[in-house]
């Protein structure tokens, strides 16, 4: 079962000694953003892939984080480090009365519902200009720095800091969501998206481990907001838009949904892609669309599934496996 | 005292009167067999009683505890545990995975020990996996432990859902129609399942079956129902030779099948 964590190591000292080896800042800028993805779609993951809700007001639990990262500092005068905890935290409060409301709810009314959320906290967003700034949003977020003894230690003027923080947020996500997956948790939020009838015939609460993996992929849906905020600087309505919501729903199709690993190969992909594509303009979009078409008819279980088919055609060592994560 | 006391218990679905009247009783040790010809209400009785439906008027205890009201996961968390009569698993997941997750009472722990794990949750999480192997092996689905369940042949299917069903560690266990679709070998190994899991294990069953033979050989009493009644009830000799139930039930078809019967 625990055959995806060796995979996982390897890739996380390969990612800790990146930046000694490969320095130019725009490389450094696409790596930031695969690993700011990879929280992101990975904190969507733990409820769609897990729990089997599509969510598709996600967004806004990363919206309320970019936002109460840039209110808290700019306006509050908070410090950027707690005002991460707080981003994450305000993220898990709306997912809880969110999920409170909805999770009770059949799923295409949950699935309507929470589109609706973001929209409305879009909408808000755009009109409440005394606190929100409007549509003009939030420019000059401060970075990070951190600051031992009255000196300032690391003044985040380089991207290989900030590449260095969305890592250990990474590693604080995967982290997590290991722990919930290979647990009696995770094994009861399987069992409710295979079959809560079922699920609730051996004891399972459907309701109560839908709220707690909503709660807990809002919570890291926040921790990423804050990292945005940071890192580009400004924040502004768009981040309750459907663009993020797409781009993460995308990313877990293509890497593969309930499993830890296949959110990472989605986020480093489809930013890749994306950033490739610009060149494309106007049909990038359409072009995005064919390949997530392509990618699902050819690898319907997402990119992970790949050795496991091949395996099977003895094309890859190793038995068929015939299980999931 | 009766482990599951079912009292004048009914159910209307808008004009229908799915179930009438119900009162039925199960003794602790007891197999007891709830037959009917489909349509009777014999599943809507097993939804009433696991909390799926509320039902419209009547008392249901389980244990001495009045369980109308509550919600199906906490009904089975008292031991009171239902297999569906359509085919019932987690369809991803391997054999093995299957019955794990089934066990879920027993590898509970706080939320919080998810992330902060100690040597209980190893302990809990030990007791569970060593159970799902031993519930595995019981019913002889080691040589399929890996296999996802969806690609498992339907006999044995079914013998995952007793799997799943053994899995929440119950105290009754309620099976609608686990011998449907069966051929004479694998009902015929039903029955020596189900008395083990009666004997052995000392659980009780209630078991809606269409299967006459099953019903005859695992049952201490059987209970008849008809448009939502109970038209008879006792051993099963004397369901056999029941006037109403061979006319409302059993038919010729039966009466052709039945050893000797007295004119
Ligand atoms: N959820 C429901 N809503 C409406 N009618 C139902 C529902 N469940 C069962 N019924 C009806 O109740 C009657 C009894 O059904 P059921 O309990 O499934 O019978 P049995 O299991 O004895 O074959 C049938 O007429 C059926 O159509
Ligand atoms: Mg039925």
Sequence with gaps: MSSQRLPLLALLAAAIALPLVFRGEYFMHLMIMVLFYTVLASSLNIVTGYIGQLSLGHAAFFGIGCYAAAMLTLD??????????????????????????TLRLDGHYFVLITLAFAEVLRLVVINWEEVTRGPLGFPNIPRPSIVLGGEVMVDFSSKTHFYYVALVLVVITLWAKHRFVYSAMGRASVAIRENPRLAQSVGIDPFYYSMVAFVLGAFFAGLSGWFYAHYISYVGPDVYGFGFMVTMLIMIAVGGRGTIVGPVIGAAIITIVVEELRFAREIRLSLFGLLLMLSILFFPRGLVSVPDLLRRRGWWPGAGKTGTA | MALLEIDVLSKSFGGLQAVRDISLAVDDGEIVSLIGPNGAGKTTVFNLVTGYLPPSSGRIRFAGRDIVGLKPHTIAGLGLVRTFQITNVFPALSVFDNIVAAHYLKARVPLWKTWFR???????????????EEVMGFLGLGHRRDMTAENLAYGELRLLELAIGLGAGPRMLLLDEPAAGLNTEESARLVTLLREI??????????????????????????????????????????????????AYLGRGFEDEAPATPA
């Design chain 2, 118 to 132: 100690d040597r209980a949750v190893a302990a809990r999480e030990a007791t569970a996996h060593a159970a799902a």
């Design chain 1, 76 to 101: 509050a005068g908070w410090s950027v480090w707690t005002a991460m905890i707080i981003a994450g935290l305000a993220a898990a409060v709306a997912g809880f009365v969110i999920g409170y409301i």
């Design chain 2, 198 to 247: 009666a004997g052995t294990r000392g659980i009780t069953i209630l078991i809606v079956e269409h299967d006459m033979n099953v019903v005859m050989e695992v049952s201490h009493r059987v209970v008849v129902m008809n448009f939502g009644e109970k038209i008879a009830e006792g051993s099963p000799e004397h369901v056999r030779q029941h006037e109403q139930v061979i006319e």
